[in-house]
């Protein structure tokens, strides 16, 4: 045996390896070895090859099939090119193979149906195409099936727990299978492990899932599209109760209806990790679960539960994170759950608690507390500011919260974030809040806080954003926030600030400081508008006439006070401008994170391109849970770029629609070069942009089409985006860039519309006269779909998305992009659409619209009634377009009768007919 692992080996392999005719194994993974493999085809006795985890590159060498000795093969962490090898379909002696991290582009041969003796097969975490072969399934020795992280597609076979009667762990996370959960997997006697994470998979789960099979251990289906209604539907859950050595079941980021069935308390108390997260299952949380007592992670946040939290949580000694927010549950937060002494993660957030917090917490080593959006009342007890494990983030925003911010505040040295806007809080901001050496987020706005703001504030060096409106501080502002480096946020607005705004550091940057609403502030940046600061002294007025002055106003002050201070901060209140980001469960992330999220933002990681930045696809681990994020990353050495950051930060921290992509976070920072770094991290959308679903970029030999509902549901929900944001309030938003590739598709097809990087306010539009020179500001958006009169140097306004609408309306339903060759420098998609419109439709209309129907078998079917009613159906949609788009911006139509109109065409067209 020739060990050689883990030994900082450097170079390639010697050729004269081979010429050792008796060796029997070589280990040499963990190295740093480069070049191709040599050729070993003299090493007949050899049964262990072990090369994972080099730098090996080339392709995998047939000649390995040779080597018919071989039991253990394993070539992980790699970059080998190019396919498996079939030859190693002749290694019937074989006893495990690991082709793991070597980024594989090819399918799984054939060939691997003959390695009859096979136990163990490792080819995960590479970029394996295709469905798997039937021979595979024919391999009845197998007991490890782990084909994880590839981009394998298909279904698998009705029968496959026959075939595989030994199988213990079935592995195929994070590829692209769809269809059935075969019920056969009930019949694997052995299976210990399923795990089938972010796939396409549909269906109900078997029923019969763990009624035989006692060393089931983990089931795992979180990310696909399972479903469940009735009863019936659930009972996977009664069967799964047979297995004693369960430790995690997880069916979270599915379609799962019904109530939760009470089955759940009888699951084996060896459970540790119970997930249903993101579904819609309704009822309440069965007092059985207080059973499970040793559970560390129950996680059911995203669904509809309703009723009180049970008092048997207070039973899960061993509980570490108890998740669940955006729920409907009310009630008060039990006070045993202080029994908890283990729990860090506490997480309660938009619901319909009351009542007070309980002091009772601090009995728990809390890390991360989240238990805004409810309705607490009372005081924050002093003992929640006791609890020194808090690191992460407290939030306790958008509550009935009262009575003053206990000073012991300061106990919290480890604090990242603290939230507690939109309370009734009163009295002085503590001073001890400087103590608060790790706070980088502080948010105290909506708020009844007064005073100054204190001296000890200077002392958070490591503070990016603070938000203080909506309060009642007052005095100067402290010349010391224009001094604090880090800080890239700070919203003073609507106080009672006076004097001269300091002309300094974040005071310079006017998108990132909002001082609106203080109506004595003068001075500062040129940027901020405000008037003039004034030292001169009025002269001709006599001490008696100025006194009466004051005196006058003083009275006079009094009796609007009474009349209009609880009307002020009610309205301030239904204000509500600018919701910042971290007013919802977030994370934040460093360069370090991105960087290993999307493994140095390398190219395969790549999903797209734009104007101001490249679009990665990553893994961040949250919790121990890897959520799949899209990670936006800004090319600063772009004209524009720092300002197309700052303009979807602003725009993306006030919105919320469904139809609209979501933000994680944002990272603002420097790289490990030093050079500045700005990224923002969206939810992933796995089914790409429409733009690739129009021209068919998704799979080149294989495209895929968006049939008539399909478009027509989009157009919709692009329509339902659009009106959200013109009718925002306080401010209308407007988008300026709406085309095919900013429109991303989620799992079921839904649309989101996204890249906010040109977006504008309107009030900030009107106000910011210095846009108009830049380059970058010079076009609204992608040529053809920016709106004619941007090109005369007109204002941005809601009538410019209109017209990007109708032209998206227009390609959306002829295939045709408007920047097409046929159309010449003269004719535009609106006018080749118009001409034709009503005689000469079906010669403009995308012909894959009209060719075929598809019964239930998948059988295609013309019908002469059904084109008809298509083509009626095609000519109401791209009527609208042409209103949408026409050339005068007054003569368009409005989005919401858009929106509408479409929504009829819907329904007059029933979509069974389509």
């Known amino acids: 045996m020739l060990s050689l692992s883990s030994n900082q080996l450097s170079g390639s392999i010697p050729a004269s390896i081979g010429n050792l005719s008796a060796l029997t194994a070589i280990a040499a993974f963990s190295n740093n070895l480069t070049g191709s493999i040599p050729p070993l085809k003299r090493l007949s006795s050899l049964s262990y090859l072990g090369l994972a985890s080099n730098n090996l590159g080339g392709t995998i060498p047939s000649w390995l099939g040779n080597l018919s000795s071989l039991t253990a093969l394993d070539l992980q962490s790699n970059g080998f090119v190019g396919c498996v090898p079939e030859s190693l379909g002749d290694l019937q002696f074989l006893e495990a193979i690991s082709l793991a991290d070597n980024k594989l582009r090819c399918r799984i041969p054939d060939s691997f149906g003959n390695l009859h003796e096979l136990i163990e097969l490792y080819l995960d975490n590479n970029e394996l195409e295709g469905s798997l072969p039937i021979s595979l399934f024919n391999l009845s020795s197998l007991e490890m099936l782990n084909i994880q992280d590839n981009n394998l597609t298909g279904v698998f076979p009705p029968d496959m727990g026959d075939r595989l009667p030994n199988l213990q762990q079935f592995l195929v996370s994070k ?87 009470k089955a759940i308390g009888n699951m084996s108390t060896q459970l540790e990790y119970f997930g249903i997260t993101n579904n819609n299952i309704t009822g ?91 309705n607490l009342s009372g005081p924050i007890p002093k003992e929640l500011f006791l609890i020194s494990t808090i690191s992460s983030f407290l939030y306790l925003a958008h509550n009935k919260l009262n009575g003053n911010l206990p000073s012991e505040v300061g106990n919290l040295k480890n604090l990242g974030e603290l939230d507690l806007s939109n309370n009734s809080i009163s009295g002085k901001i503590p001073t001890t809040i400087g103590e608060c050496q790790s706070l980088q987020y502080l948010n105290l706005s909506g708020n009844f806080l007064e005073g100054t703001i204190p001296p000890s504030l200077e002392q958070l060096r490591g503070l990016l954003v603070l938000d203080l409106s909506q309060n009642n501080l007052s005095g100067t502002i402290p010349r010391f926030l224009g001094s604090m480096i880090g800080l890239s946020t700070l919203n003073l607005s609507s106080n009672d600030f006076e004097g001269e705004v300091p002309k300094d550091g974040i005071f310079l940057n ?18 901020l508008k405000l008037p003039k600061c004034s030292n001169q002294t009025k002269h001709g007025l006599s001490s008696k006439i100025i006194i009466i002055i004051i005196a006058g106003s003083a009275i006079l002050f009094l009796i609007l006070f009474t009349c209009f201070a609880l009307r002020r901060r009610t309205k301030l209140r239904r204000a509500n401008p600018k919701i910042p980001l971290s007013d919802e469960q977030h994370m934040r992330v460093s360069y370090a994170q991105l960087s ?32 799949v994020v899209a990670v936006k990353v800004l090319n600063l050495q772009q004209a524009g770029a720092y300002r197309s950051f700052d303009a979807e930060c602003e725009a993306l921290r006030c919105i919320r629609h469904r139809n609209l992509v979501k933000i994680l976070t944002v990272c603002s920072g420097i790289d490990f070069q030093g050079s500045d770094f700005k990224a923002l991290v969206f939810e992933f959308l796995p089914n790409g942009n429409l733009d690739q679903w129009l021209h068919k970029l998704l799979e080149e030999g294989e495209p895929k089409v968006l049939n008539l509902v399909e478009r027509l549901q989009i157009a919709i929900d692009v329509a339902s985006a659009l009106e959200y944001l013109h009718q925002h309030k306080p401010c209308p938003i407007v988008h300026c860039d709406l085309k095919p590739s900013n429109i991303l598709l989620d799992n079921d097809m839904v649309a989101h519309v996204g890249d906010f990087g040109l977006a504008r306010f309107l009030h900030q539009e009107h106000s910011n006269s210095s846009d108009k020179s830049t380059g970058w500001n010079a076009i609204r958006g992608t040529i053809g779909y920016v709106a004619p009169e941007y090109g005369l140097g007109n204002e941005v306004s809601i009538h410019g998305d209109v017209y990007s609408y109708g032209i998206l309306l227009l390609e959306m339903f002829t295939g045709k992009r408007p920047t097409n060759s046929e159309f010449g420098e003269v004719l535009t998609l609106h006018e080749y659409v118009e001409t034709a419109l009503p005689d000469q439709t079906t010669s403009v209309i995308d012909q894959s619209l009209l060719d075929a129907t598809w019964n239930s078998e998948g059988t295609a079917q013309k019908y002469h009634d059904i084109e008809e009613i298509r083509t009626e159906c095609i000519v109401s949609i791209l009527k609208v377009g042409i209103l949408c788009s026409k050339e005068i911006p007054t003569d368009r139509m409005q989005i919401g009768d858009a929106l509408r109109e479409l929504q009829a065409i819907r329904d007059r067209f029933d979509t069974h007919q389509l």
């Open 596 to 627: 290993k999220a999307t493994n140095s933002f390398a190219s395969e990681n790549l999903i797209g391109v734009g104007s101001f930045g490249a679009v990665y696809k990553g893994r961040i681990g949250i919790s121990d849970q890897q959520m």
């Open 284 to 374: 309440t949380i069965p007092e059985s679960i207080g059973n499970l007592v040793n559970l560390d992670e129950l996680d059911m946040e995203n669904n509809l539960l309703m009723g009180s939290l049970p008092a048997s949580l207070s039973n899960l000694k061993k509980l570490n994170r108890l998740s669940l927010s955006n729920n409907n549950f009310s009630g008060s937060i039990p006070v045993t759950l202080g029994n908890l002494t283990k729990l860090t993660i506490l997480l309660l957030s938009t619901n319909a608690l009351s009542g007070a917090i309980p002091s009772t917490l601090s009995n728990c080593p809390l890390e991360m507390v989240d238990l805004s959006y409810n």
């Open 175 to 261: 590829n692209q299978f769809h269809g059935l959960i075969p019920p056969s997997l009930c019949n694997l006697s052995m299976i210990q492990v399923i795990q089938t994470v972010d796939n396409f998979l549909s269906g109900t789960i078997p029923q019969c899932l763990g009624r035989n099979q006692n060393m089931l251990s983990v089931v795992n289906f979180d990310g696909n599209q399972l479903e469940a209604t009735t009863d019936a539907d659930w009972s996977f859950l009664t069967s799964l109760t047979n297995c004693s050595n369960m430790i995690l079941i997880d069916v979270s980021i599915n379609k799962l209806q019904g109530v939760l069935p």
């Open 510 to 527: 006017a998108t990132a400081t909002s001082v609106m609403g203080n109506n004595d502030l003068c001075g500062g940046a040129p940027q």
